[in-house]
């Protein structure tokens, strides 16, 4: 399950995924469009399920909300949107900021980008501010 919560007109969704573009640098490198099921871009909606679905985030999530008592929920917010979606041009990925949603903040949990075109999900190494590849950073490995 996600959250997405309204403040003044803008997501959770948008807010707890609002600073990514920054500090991502996009990832059209690691497009691969053969990858792609639909023929046409993700959706928010496609691309939040991407990361919904994650092992990761499904054991986060449950976790916040049990450690909590139901009073805390994980939300996704939007950083960056892909050209065409709103996002600049050249840009091919979703970017979010993922965190829990307390009554008087939002503490972020992880950054993850999803690429529009191929699904690929990426994961922001917090230490050096890079994006590494889902299976990269199961492993553990840094960005180089």
Request: proline share 6%; aromatic share 6%.
């Amino acid at each position: 399950m996600r959250t997405t919560v309204q403040w003044g007109g803008v997501t959770a969704a948008a807010l707890a995924l609002m600073s990514l573009a920054a500090v991502a640098g996009g990832c059209s490198p690691m497009s691969t469009p053969s990858e792609s099921t639909t023929g046409r871009p993700l959706t928010e909606s496609e691309a939040m399920d991407r990361i919904a679905a994650l092992p990761e985030y499904e054991r986060w999530a449950e976790a916040v909300r049990t450690n909590s008592g139901g009073k805390v929920h994980p939300v996704f917010l939007v950083e960056e949107r892909p050209a065409g979606n709103g996002g600049p041009e050249g840009s091919s990925c979703w970017e979010f900021r993922l965190g829990e949603s307390h009554e008087d903040r939002l503490v972020t949990w992880q950054y993850m980008v999803v690429d529009a075109r191929s699904g690929k999900v990426s994961v922001m190494d917090l230490v050096d501010g890079q994006y590494v590849p889902l299976d990269q950073w199961r492993r553990g490995e840094r960005a180089k």
